[in-house]
């Protein structure tokens, strides 16, 4: 595969144009990353605030952070970019720690460290990587949390960028890269566009079409301000492939000269040891005195490539050297190869005569070794051995010693009869000699103890495939009983007797599961059973659900809250935000600690839609909001002496204020223009045991009041007109909101099981949603709000803003 004409490429804008380098990225080794021996380091930076002097500092902290990677070569490379990214936040940290606190510098980074073809990855949020690899693209972190504005200040965001906290924990990564993999480093700014256009020039391993791309999206979106560099990694040498293959080969053929016999394996180590450099004489271009090179004259003298002028008779000096430099030679080659003993096959030794006579010394080149057969047929004496003398100290320990003492002055005498009281066992020598006999030889030892590991193998075997047969079995009988409960349930009519049937089917399913026997059946069985479950209950479920975003949480006692006005969709949790037209980002309109009019917004307890502008309530004022001036206007309001704090719902209506109390038990009505006035029992005192389990409230000239069993009550000028009660399967025990528009027939309420149910006025179950397996949950709702001409569902939960898309309602017949 040929290499890449451009495996590094970087991106900088600056004022929407592109420049050259960027002090935000810093590369070292790139160009041939993931290829053997090569060590590359890619770190960019992501600086929190436009300070005049980050393009300064960034190239420093880059700097500092390749050099501390340096120090640590020797170490793992986890801990050493570990410990490397720790020590420059560190240092950046006692930096700001001398700055005023506005004007303190804080940074994103996401470096790369790669020792061969392993690259490790250190991230600390906010920053984003990209890497290809076998056409799939792994982002880090998911782009969709670059959906929503992030607060100016470091402090009170999720991330904790380097220079916040003395002490930091970067998120680590590791893969393998291969060729053609891609990795791509950008900065914030292009993270929150890249979602909006396809990624697949991400997956076609050309850094510069992935750097052509962002600059398209800087054009196309007027990013002012961005930094990117795009990685490829390219083939490996085929040399060192062919080394390791070479390498391979010779570990193999040493590994299985262990098996060959004794006397072949002593042969080719003469062999080897005795092997010379030849030389091919086809390729001489003149001749010995015994052959003649190839196309030249055997007439023509050969050629003497040594001046006769420069050539002299060498030195006694010169001998002594080359005759000391030839011993050490001898000295080393023993000392380093431990066989130098015994690789000579004769020793050549001086006699008393004078004459040298050559020592055959076949005992030494055995020396020190040993042959597999020796080593596994010693091991099985050894064994052997141990087991008889086990057995005699058994069999002997408790017996009794009887007849006369053993005479000790015998001095081994044969004739003479000692009485021997150990155990005798019968005499099968006549036995033995009528067998026929196997020569004993290392041949036979290999294949007694290949028997023996034949038959432990088989045994082995037998009693696993015995078992796995019985689980088996057991597995079928488990399936068999978890289907036949299933479609007991389909066939039911009645759904609580479908429910019990499929509680049933779901407990002989867990069982089999237990087994581990084959999975794929399990999950196909479950899948059934959601099915069948949904089928008796009348579920239906929703493919077409879309994370927004995710969403500050709400503080501990605060109800968040959904709401339209004037077509616009209103987000309460922490503060007050919309979300743009777009559905790309949450615009913050009022939080807590806001200086209004000179005064400081309090805890907030809940935002509703006023007289055609949103208003919220922090316990001490209402806060309205004039859309044109895009101000807010505080307004005290009149209390009994202490702020609010038990307010579950609070709704507008013609510009009156209504709060939902369930600890009093009460409506709370404020008029729009006596707000510093004292609030107005609206019920009278009446129906406070159905207000006091009140969960949410919705006004259009009517109140209607959802409580956690699933009513909906339903109140006229003060008083409990009717009460609509929602008979649902499985019964509702936990409702947490409703949601309902003038003019339309159903209303919407959703429940702690992850559920949406489409009712009636009366409380009649028109449909029940939930969402598909595949798609993401509807977990742990907070609150809704439908469009229920548009079939638009905007559901909150507790990390998250969905948009479901809702079936239309059933035709009536």
């Not at 006229?716 to 009717?722: F, Q, W």
Request: glycine share 8%; with cysteine; charged share 25%.
């Amino acid at each position: 595969m040929p290499q890449l004409q451009h495996p590094l490429v970087t991106l900088s804008i600056e004022n929407g144009m592109r420049t050259g380098d960027t002090p935000f990225v810093r590369t070292a080794g790139c160009e041939q990353i993931g290829a053997p021996g090569v060590n590359s380091f890619f770190a960019i930076l992501e600086p929190m605030s436009l300070h005049p002097e980050i393009a300064d500092l960034a190239p420093l902290i880059l700097e500092r952070l390749e050099q501390e990677l340096a120090t640590r070569q020797k170490v793992t490379a986890t801990a050493a970019i570990s410990a490397s990214v720790e020590a420059v936040n560190a240092e950046l940290y006692f930096y700001n720690q001398g700055r005023e606190e506005d004007d303190r510098l804080y940074f994103g980074l996401t470096c790369g460290l790669t020792r061969e073809d392993d690259l490790y990855i250190a991230q600390v949020l906010p920053s984003q990587i990209l890497i290809s690899q076998d056409g799939a693209l792994h982002v880090f972190p998911e782009l969709d949390s670059w959906h929503w504005s992030r607060r100016s200040e470091p402090e009170m965001s999720l991330e904790q960028p380097l220079g916040i906290h003395e002490e930091i924990e970067p998120d680590l990564y590791h893969t393998r890269i291969e060729p053609r993999d891609l990795i791509v480093l950008c900065s914030g700014s292009l993270a929150r566009v890249i979602q909006r256009e396809p990624q697949d020039v991400f997956v076609q391993s050309d850094a510069s079409a992935a750097i052509t791309h962002l600059q398209e999206l800087t054009e196309a979106y007027n990013v002012d301000n961005a930094s990117s560099v795009a990685i490829a990694v390219g083939s490996p040498p085929k040399q060192t492939r062919r080394r390791s293959d070479l390498a391979f080969l010779r570990m193999v053929a040493s590994a299985a000269g262990s098996f060959l016999p004794e006397d072949t394996a002593q042969r080719l180590r003469r062999r080897s040891a005795s092997t010379t450099a030849e030389v091919d004489r086809e390729t001489l271009t003149g001749h010995t005195n015994n052959y003649r090179g190839k196309g030249v004259d055997g007439k023509q003298p050969s050629v003497d490539t040594i001046q006769h002028g420069d050539w002299s008779m060498p030195s006694a000096d010169h001998n002594a050297t080359a005759y000391n430099s030839s011993q050490d030679e001898a000295e080393d080659y023993e000392y380093w190869n431990p066989q130098g003993q015994w690789d000579a096959e004769a020793v050549r030794s001086h006699d008393e005569s004078g004459d040298y006579q050559t020592v055959e010394n076949e005992g030494q080149t055995r020396e020190g070794k040993r042959t597999l057969i020796e080593i596994v047929a010693g091991a099985v004496l050894a064994l052997v051995a141990a087991i008889i003398g086990i057995w005699q100290l058994a069999v002997n320990r408790d017996r009794s010693m009887e007849g006369p003492r053993e005479d000790e002055s015998t001095f081994g005498l044969p004739r003479l009869q000692r009485y021997d009281n150990s155990m005798q066992g019968p005499d099968f020598t006549g036995v033995r000699r009528r067998l026929p006999r196997a020569p004993i030889n290392k041949y036979a030892g290999f294949v007694s103890v290949g028997l023996v590991f034949a038959l432990a193998a088989g045994l082995i075997y037998s009693i696993s495939s015995s078992r796995d047969r019985e689980r088996t079995e057991e597995f079928e009988a488990l399936m068999n009983q978890s289907v036949a409960a299933r479609e007991n349930a389909v066939q039911a009519s009645d759904p609580a007797a479908a429910q019990s049937f499929l509680q049933a089917s779901e407990a002989r399913l867990e069982e089999a599961a237990a087994l581990g026997v084959d999975d794929e059946v399990i999950l196909t069985e479950q899948a059934a059973i959601v099915e069948a479950r949904d089928a008796s209950l009348g579920i239906e479920r929703i493919g077409n659900v879309q994370v927004l975003g995710g969403v500050p949480p709400a503080p501990e006692g605060v109800s968040p809250n959904l709401f339209f006005g004037n077509g616009q969709l209103y987000v309460f949790t922490d503060g007050l935000y919309q979300l743009d037209p777009d559905q790309s980002r949450l615009m913050r309109l009022i939080s807590p600690g806001d200086e209004i009019n000179g005064q400081t917004v309090g805890d907030l307890q809940g935002a509703a839609w006023g007289q055609g502008s949103p208003m919220v309530m922090d316990g001490r004022n209402v806060y309205t909001y004039d859309s044109t001036s895009m101000t807010w206007t505080p307004h005290e309001l009149g209390s009994f002496g202490s702020e609010y704090s038990d307010i579950t719902a609070i709704s507008g209506y013609i510009g009156n204020l209504y709060l939902l109390s369930p600890q009093a038990g009460q409506i709370l009505r404020y008029h729009g223009d006596q707000f510093d006035a004292l609030p107005e029992d609206w019920t009278g005192g009446s129906a406070a045991e159905e207000l006091a389990a009140g969960v949410d409230m919705m006004i259009d000239g009517r109140i209607y009041v959802l409580t956690a069993d699933g009513r909906i009550h339903d109140f006229y000028r003060g008083a409990l007109d009717e009460t609509a009660v929602i008979e649902a399967a499985p019964e509702i025990d936990n409702a947490v909101a409703f949601s309902y528009q003038p003019d339309r027939s159903h209303l919407y309420v959703a429940d702690a099981h992850d559920r949406i149910l489409r009712v009636t006025r009366e409380g009649q179950v028109v449909q029940q949603f939930m969402s598909e397996a595949d798609a993401p949950p509807m977990e742990n709702i907070q609150h809704i709000a439908v469009d229920d001409a548009l079939g638009s569902a905007y559901v909150l939960t507790d990390t998250a803003l969905l948009q479901v898309r809702l079936p239309g309602p059933p035709r009536e017949d």
